[in-house]
């Protein structure tokens, strides 16, 4: 079992700066990618940013120079730093993990957090 725990979404003035969290923890064997998603109300879930187990990065173009994906290899923990938050950045945020766990090291899986609220406003 492999379970992702999200934190860090609030409310934040528009200029403002958040940073989210996901740990994940369990039976984790290796893990290949880790990415962050957005789901503003009314549209589909997109993308923000991934990072590959080698360090590469991804960001749609919105939110480059702005956003920053991270991680802490030792911890499972990957990061999503927010600066100059939008009102369109509004949404809410999910993390996603592929990977493989201890009972299946060949067989990689996508898990994803239970979400959490990024609300920009004045």
């Known amino acids: 079992q492999v379970q992702l725990v999200e934190s860090g979404g609030g409310l934040v003035q528009p200029g403002g700066s958040l940073r989210l969290s996901c740990a994940a923890s369990g039976s984790i064997f290796s893990i290949n990618r880790m990415g962050w998603y957005r789901q503003a109300p009314g549209k589909q879930r997109e993308l923000v940013a991934t990072?590959?187990?080698?360090?590469?990065?991804y960001y749609i173009e919105s939110v480059k120079g702005r956003f920053t994906i991270s991680t802490n290899n030792a911890k499972n923990t990957m990061y999503l730093q927010m600066n100059s938050l939008k009102y369109e950045d509004t949404a809410v945020y999910y993390c996603?993990?592929?990977?493989?766990?201890?009972?299946?090291?060949?067989?990689?899986?996508?898990?994803w957090g239970q979400g959490t609220q990024v609300t920009v406003s004045s």
């Open positions: 996603n993990v592929n990977l493989n766990e201890l009972t299946r090291p060949r067989v990689p899986n996508d898990y």
């Open positions: 990072i590959l187990s080698g360090g590469n990065t």
